[in-house]
């Protein structure tokens, strides 16, 4: 009993951030772009080359920025913010609100979901999208329409939101709120279970969507993330069962080819690849490997 009470003790000290006097609470913040609001093409806001593009990675950045404001107001202690989008180099570091930290770049292990461990408590999706082949959603793919035109997880076709949920889930961590449009926020909810969404537009096709104005979808994910954060114990992690089958759907019947030249990896038709993982993270790194494996 008294090794018992100090080893409750001693968990509760190590709960306690260093020189602070509430429990540590560590929330995890993953930002995609083509779910942010006001944007609807790539050619003008969500590619580095777009003429609008320095506009909208502000706008992107002051949606997550609300996004922290939210977790703070919830009792985060921590805030990890990854910068999930194109080449990982979007959210304005200066803008950024200066009480998280950022990661930043590719390749990375666990893609858009790097940096999560078991310390978080909550994690939280900005800016996301509908999966490939998804109607009715913003810019809908999987990663890369190039690469890849189906993603499924122990034979369930998942989008992004799907695949970091997933990750996190192994660490323990669950996803409890997701910004985008009506799409997604509705397909992750089915997936996930009742978590908080914020519709910052609604798709009305693959390109066209009703926009509402910038600040009015920063308060939605605003108040939305610190409901999700403070409500964070009612959702549970999602769990995929090991081993994890991962099934590519590769656009590039070579790139297929090449993939199942690994030991493990199963090709059962032309562009489709099996790898059978032992967890979520060995599925995670085996999605981002095969995303750098390129052939001409
Ligand atoms: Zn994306």
Known sequence: MKLLTLALCALAVSTLA??????????????????????????????????????????????????????????????????????????DAELLDPRVKLVRAWPRPLGMAAGIDATFDAVVLIGYHGAEGQADSIL?????????ADMKLNGVSVPEAGIVAATAGAFGVPVVFISGDQTICRVTSDLLGDIETAVVKVADGFYAGTMMHPQEAR??????????VRGRDEIKPYLTKRPVKVELTMRKTVEAEVASYLRGVERPTGNVIIYTADDMIDAAKFIQAVYYLKVD
């Open 140 to 148: 809908s793919h999987t990663e890369d329409d190039t690469k890849y």
């Open 18 to 91: 260093a020189g602070q006097d509430k429990p540590r609470l560590k929330v995890y913040i993953s930002a995609d772009m083509e779910g942010v609001g006001g944007v609807s093409t790539w050619e003008k806001q969500a590619s580095a080359s777009g003429l609008d593009y320095g506009q909208y990675r502000r706008l992107m950045t002051l949606e997550v920025n609300a996004a922290i404001e939210g977790a703070f107001a919830a009792g985060a202690t921590e805030v990890l913010v990854s910068d999930s989008h194109g080449d990982g180099q979007n959210i």
């Open 219 to 228: 308060e939605l994910i605003r108040a939305g993330v610190e409901r999700a």
